[in-house]
Antibody
Framework: QVQLQQSGPGLVKPSQTLSLTCAISGDSVSSSSAVWNWIRQSPSRGLEWLGRTYYRSKWYIDYAASVKSRIIINADTSKNQISLQLNSVTPEDTAVYYC???????WGQGTLVTVSS | DIVMTQTPLSLSVIPGQPASISCKSSQSLLHSDGKTRLYWFLQKPGQPPQLLIYEVSNRFSGVPDRFSGSGSGTDFTLKISRVEAEDVGVYYCMQTVQLPLTFGGGTKVEIK
């Protein structure tokens, strides 16, 4: 059974870095048919795609323009997981963060991240 | 960015009655590979969204056949033939034809 298990802190201080990981079981992070996304959801912004990574003979990464200057998405093949780093966070980054596979056929459980001092 | 507009905002349905949700995109969702990249999700309270329909009209594994999707180009519809109590939640459409992936604002379905 394929699962995505998210982990990371639920509280981040303003101006600091939000870091989340998404451990993949039952599939390979470097699968030639998989694409791994980070999506967040907040009452003010709805569902917002942040970026993706996938492997097709080499690694590709795409970011949303709204966060491009602050975001890093990585894949770790040794741990079979992806990670999200969002720098210089503000209260506007408070949201539930999800990792997903492909077009959303699989979702992580979600992590509520609150940005507050 | 492609804007996805869902209507109505909310729907109150008597169990056993049909329901219909519209999703309109600001650009065609027809990909150069011939597939139309429109997806439907249901988010139940406290859960992540779950995939119902992919590429306009294909039911995802385990999705009851009372759910159906139709449409083309920029105009799409999700229909529930007979609403059941377990269908309550917020429905979203999403496009993947162009980055960034974008979602509709959601349609809340409740039971009357």
């Amino acid at each position: 059974q394929v699962q995505l298990q998210q982990s990371g802190p639920g509280l981040v201080k303003p101006s600091q870095t939000l870091s989340l990981t998404c451990a993949i079981s039952g599939d390979s992070v470097s699968s030639s048919s998989a694409v791994w996304n980070w999506i967040r959801q907040s009452p003010s912004r709805g569902l917002e795609w942040l970026g993706r990574t996938y492997y097709r003979s080499k690694w590709y990464i795409d970011y949303a323009a709204s966060v491009k200057s602050r975001i890093i998405i990585n894949a770790d093949t040794s741990k079979n997981q992806i990670s999200l780093q969002l720098n210089s966070v503000t209260p506007e980054d408070t949201a539930v963060y999800y990792c997903t596979r492909r077009f959303g056929d699989l979702w992580g459980q979600g992590t509520l991240v609150t940005v507050s001092s | 960015d492609i804007v996805m507009t869902q209507t109505p905002l909310s729907l109150s349905v008597i169990p056993g009655q049909p329901a219909s949700i519209s999703c309109k995109s600001s650009q065609s969702l027809l990909h150069s590979d011939g597939k139309t990249r429109l997806y439907w999700f249901l988010q139940k309270p406290g859960q992540p969204p779950q995939l119902l329909i992919y590429e306009v009209s294909n039911r995802f594994s385990g999705v009851p056949d009372r759910f159906s999707g139709s449409g083309s180009g920029t105009d799409f519809t999700l229909k529930i033939s007979r609403v059941e109590a377990e269908d309550v939640g917020v429905y979203y459409c999403m496009q993947t034809v162009q980055l960034p992936l974008t979602f509709g604002g959601g349609t809340k379905v409740e039971i009357k």
